[in-house]
Structures are given as structure tokens and as C-alpha cells.
């Protein structure tokens, strides 16, 4: 098998992992109100009550514009208020609310319904999974800081 097939063929099973999550829950449940992104967001926020944009940004891997729009969604949807800072008067912080707690705890509850099955892989399958997606970020990061 040359290289360039073999990038595709690992490139496409994590199409098809991703693809199979999404329709597993996302797609095919319609109690779900919330996208994978701002369920990512309000789960965030539970473990780390007032934090900002740039952070939660950080921890979902995305820029700060992109996560201004779900952010903005949510505090729509009343999932999630910004107030300011005490300390910086400049900074705002987020923080969920009640409506954005329960719906948080019912779509986890319908996650792991849905997904659990996947821990049914023997646990040091699991972690060598985890530990070769640490080492392909960490040589595409490289490649991406050789390329600046």
C-alpha cells in the first residue's frame, strides 16, 4: 500500500467514527435540543463555572469567533448567561443556568445511553487508542509549527 493510501484509509476511519457518533445520537434523536458543540460548551461550564470565551474556546479547540456564535446561541436559548467580571469590570464570564443544567444532565444521560457500548472495548485496547491519537496530534502539531 503506497503512503497516500494509507493516510486515506487512517483519514477516513476517523471519518467514519465521527459519522457513525453523529448518527448514533446527534441525527437520529430528536429529544436532543442541544448541537454536540453546545452540549461540549455547558458541560464545560458545569465542571468550570465562570469562565470566558477564550477559555472555553481553548478547550473545545475552536477560535474565539466561532465559539462567540454558539456562545451567543446559548445565551438565546437561556442555557447560559454572561455577566462580568468582579476583578476585570472588562472580562466577561459565563455561566450556565438552570434550564442549560438540565438539559445538559438529560442529553449526558442519553450520550452515554447511546455510546457506552463503545466501552465494552477491552480498557488497554482503549488506551492504546488514546495514546496513538496523542501521537498523531502531536506530530501533526509539528508539522503545523515547521510549516509557520
Request: net charge neutral; proline share 2%.
Given at each position: 500500500m503506497t503512503d497516500t493510501y494509507e493516510v486515506f484509509y487512517i483519514i477516513n476511519s476517523f471519518r467514519q467514527v465521527n459519522q457513525m457518533?453523529?448518527?448514533a445520537f446527534w441525527n437520529e434523536n430528536k429529544q436532543i435540543e442541544l448541537t454536540s458543540i453546545q452540549f461540549m460548551v455547558l458541560s464545560i461550564l458545569r465542571e468550570?463555572?465562570?469562565i470566558g470565551v477564550n477559555e472555553v474556546?481553548?478547550?473545545?479547540?475552536m477560535g474565539s469567533s466561532s465559539m462567540s456564535a454558539v456562545i451567543e446561541?446559548?445565551?438565546k436559548g437561556e442555557y447560559?448567561?454572561?455577566t462580568r467580571s468582579h476583578a476585570d469590570r472588562r472580562s466577561v464570564m459565563l455561566q450556565i443556568t438552570d434550564k442549560g443544567e438540565k438539559a445538559q444532565q438529560e442529553?449526558?444521560?442519553l450520550w452515554m445511553e447511546r455510546v457506552s457500548p463503545i466501552l465494552n472495548i477491552p480498557k488497554e485496547d482503549l488506551d492504546h487508542l488514546l495514546?496513538?491519537?496523542?501521537?498523531m496530534i502531536e506530530k501533526l502539531e509539528g508539522r503545523e509549527m515547521n510549516n509557520q
Amino acid at each position: 500500500m503506497t503512503d497516500t493510501y494509507e493516510v486515506f484509509y487512517i483519514i477516513n476511519s476517523f471519518r467514519q467514527v465521527n459519522q457513525m457518533l453523529f448518527r448514533a445520537f446527534w441525527n437520529e434523536n430528536k429529544q436532543i435540543e442541544l448541537t454536540s458543540i453546545q452540549f461540549m460548551v455547558l458541560s464545560i461550564l458545569r465542571e468550570r463555572p465562570s469562565i470566558g470565551v477564550n477559555e472555553v474556546a481553548e478547550l473545545c479547540h475552536m477560535g474565539s469567533s466561532s465559539m462567540s456564535a454558539v456562545i451567543e446561541r446559548l445565551v438565546k436559548g437561556e442555557y447560559i448567561i454572561r455577566t462580568r467580571s468582579h476583578a476585570d469590570r472588562r472580562s466577561v464570564m459565563l455561566q450556565i443556568t438552570d434550564k442549560g443544567e438540565k438539559a445538559q444532565q438529560e442529553t449526558h444521560r442519553l450520550w452515554m445511553e447511546r455510546v457506552s457500548p463503545i466501552l465494552n472495548i477491552p480498557k488497554e485496547d482503549l488506551d492504546h487508542l488514546l495514546r496513538i491519537h496523542t501521537q498523531m496530534i502531536e506530530k501533526l502539531e509539528g508539522r503545523e509549527m515547521n510549516n509557520q
